[in-house]
């Protein structure tokens, strides 16, 4: 019995030695995995101990973070991850101005660069859907200005600015080759972004969740599972996947501007665990699911559809499940991991070192268990 729990333990392992292979074997910044590390939650570990955690205990490369809290960012000092940090919205109209941008430079990003690898400031989060008109025509000014801040402080050869978007700044998105941007924002607001982003050399971010577009009719297309596809008649292109979709509806948005040059990053992407029973598929096998499949699609080179033979920089929402976040349950069960640091489910985050360690030594508790149990442990150790 022995061997089969060990068997039994190990053959979980597999997915996850295959999936850090892949992680491992795809060059580039742009196949690689992040999470987004969320803090809405009054049980979360220390900073220190959770950036020691993801460096020696997992495939996690990037993370992103909602803020610039300087103890976060001393957290990573030294850890090798790429950190991305995030401007408040509510800063973005003081961001306009050249000293306001200096000083928060300043303040947030000298002190820890280049001890912690800040590879990207992020101004904002999905502005455009907020619908905050001073919010929205100060976002590319924000940028330009925070930009001309890291020219100043030497480090714009260091450090991208982007911000990301929700798929709501798009008016139309199926079919994919049909995809364009909201009337209005697309020549104001994010045309000149976009001409940043090329002239900075920095990606176009998106906020991609087929969750929340899926139905009990698409859950197997959302979940990449085998499936009826869609048939773009537009491209005659055939779609297994809703993400897939998703991202060559942004993909055809930005074409139509001229800007189908730019590199696409999925900022945010995930699946719940655990949600209201009106909701389709929230449960850990489904969550487990997409996130499993998403990262073996992101990394795998196949790209889509409209955009073959590419990887993608993507970060998974979230880190932790957050208890304090509000709104209906699912959105405090999108974590990978427990406040704990145990894996909500196995999707070959843990390295394959770790991950086999864990099962050896649950194996051999197991067999403690049987053991003491059996009126002759020693005859029933030597028939396993």
Same mark, same amino acid.
């Given at each position: 019995?022995?061997?089969?729990? !060990?068997?039994?333990?190990?053959?979980?392992?597999?997915?996850?030695?295959?999936?850090?292979?892949?992680?491992?074997?795809?060059?580039?910044?742009?196949?690689?995995?992040?999470?987004?590390?969320?803090?809405?939650?009054?049980?979360?570990?220390?900073?220190?101990?959770?950036?020691?955690?993801?460096?020696?205990?997992?495939?996690?490369?990037?993370?992103?973070?909602?803020?610039?809290?300087?103890?976060?960012?001393?957290?990573?000092?030294?850890?090798?991850?790429?950190?991305?940090?995030?401007?408040?919205?509510?800063?973005?109209?003081?961001?306009?101005?050249?000293?306001?941008?200096?000083?928060?430079?300043?303040?947030? !990003?000298?002190?820890?660069?280049?001890?912690?690898?800040?590879?990207?400031?992020?101004?904002?989060?999905?502005?455009?859907?907020?619908?905050?008109?001073?919010?929205?025509?100060?976002?590319?000014?924000?940028?330009?200005?925070?930009?001309?801040?890291?020219?100043?402080?030497?480090?714009?050869?260091?450090?991208?600015?982007?911000?990301?978007?929700?798929?709501?700044?798009?008016?139309?998105?199926?079919?994919?080759?049909?995809?364009?941007?909201?009337?209005?924002?697309?020549?104001?607001?994010?045309?000149?972004?976009?001409?940043?982003?090329?002239?900075?050399?920095?990606?176009?971010?998106?906020?991609?969740?087929?969750?929340?577009?899926?139905?009990?009719?698409?859950?197997?297309?959302?979940?990449?599972?085998?499936?009826?596809?869609?048939?773009?008649?537009?491209?005659?292109?055939?779609?297994?996947?809703?993400?897939?979709?998703?991202?060559?509806?942004?993909?055809?948005?930005?074409?139509?501007?001229?800007?189908?040059?730019?590199? !696409?990053?999925?900022?945010?992407?995930?699946?719940?665990?655990?949600?209201?029973?009106?909701?389709?598929?929230?449960?850990?096998?489904?969550?487990?699911?997409?996130?499993?499949?998403?990262?073996?699609?992101?990394?795998?080179?196949?790209?889509?559809?409209?955009?073959?033979?590419?990887?993608?920089?993507?970060? !998974?929402?979230?880190?932790?499940?957050?208890?304090?976040?509000?709104?209906?349950?699912?959105?405090?069960?999108?974590?990978?991991?427990?406040?704990?640091?145990?894996?909500?489910?196995?999707?070959?985050?843990?390295?394959?070192?770790?991950?086999?360690?864990?099962?050896?030594?649950?194996?051999?508790?197991?067999?403690?268990?049987?053991?003491?149990?059996?009126?002759?442990?020693?005859?029933?150790?030597?028939?396993?």
């Amino acid at each position: 019995m022995f061997k089969q729990i !060990i068997a039994m333990f190990s053959s979980r392992s597999v997915a996850g030695i295959s999936l850090f292979l892949a992680l491992t074997l795809v060059g580039g910044v742009e196949g690689t995995i992040g999470v987004n590390y969320g803090t809405l939650a009054d049980n979360l570990p220390p900073p220190r101990k959770v950036a020691k955690f993801l460096m020696e205990s997992t495939v996690v490369s990037h993370v992103r973070l909602f803020n610039a809290n300087p103890e976060f960012l001393r957290a990573f000092a030294h850890t090798s991850i790429a950190v991305t940090v995030t401007v408040p919205n509510d800063q973005i109209p003081d961001l306009t101005r050249l000293n306001f941008a200096q000083q928060w430079v300043q303040d947030y !990003i000298q002190p820890h660069s280049p001890a912690t690898n800040i590879v990207r400031i992020l101004v904002g989060n999905e502005v455009i859907s907020t619908a905050n008109k001073l919010l929205i025509v100060s976002l590319v000014p924000a940028m330009q200005t925070l930009q001309t801040a890291l020219v100043a402080a030497s480090l714009d050869g260091r450090i991208q600015v982007s911000t990301p978007h929700s798929l709501g700044i798009l008016s139309n998105s199926s079919p994919p080759s049909t995809g364009k941007f909201r009337q209005g924002y697309d020549t104001h607001v994010l045309k000149p972004l976009l001409s940043f982003l090329r002239d900075t050399n920095s990606p176009f971010m998106v906020n991609p969740y087929p969750f929340f577009d899926c139905s009990p009719d698409t859950l197997d297309f959302a979940l990449f599972r085998p499936n009826a596809g869609m048939f773009d008649e537009n491209t005659e292109l055939f779609y297994t996947n809703m993400l897939d979709a998703q991202l060559d509806a942004v993909f055809s948005a930005m074409k139509l501007l001229g800007f189908d040059d730019l590199e !696409i990053v999925i900022a945010e992407t995930g699946w719940p665990s655990m949600g209201d029973p009106t909701q389709v598929g929230v449960d850990a096998e489904s969550a487990a699911e997409y996130n499993g499949n998403l990262m073996r699609h992101v990394t795998s080179g196949v790209g889509t559809p409209l955009m073959p033979n590419r990887t993608f920089e993507t970060y !998974i929402f979230a880190l932790f499940n957050e208890d304090l976040k509000p709104g209906p349950t699912c959105e405090r069960y999108f974590g990978l991991f427990r406040p704990d640091m145990t894996p909500v489910y196995d999707i070959g985050i843990v390295r394959p070192t770790v991950a086999a360690a864990a099962n050896i030594q649950l194996a051999t508790f197991l067999l403690e268990m049987i053991l003491s149990q059996h009126p002759n442990p020693s005859a029933y150790a030597a028939r396993t």
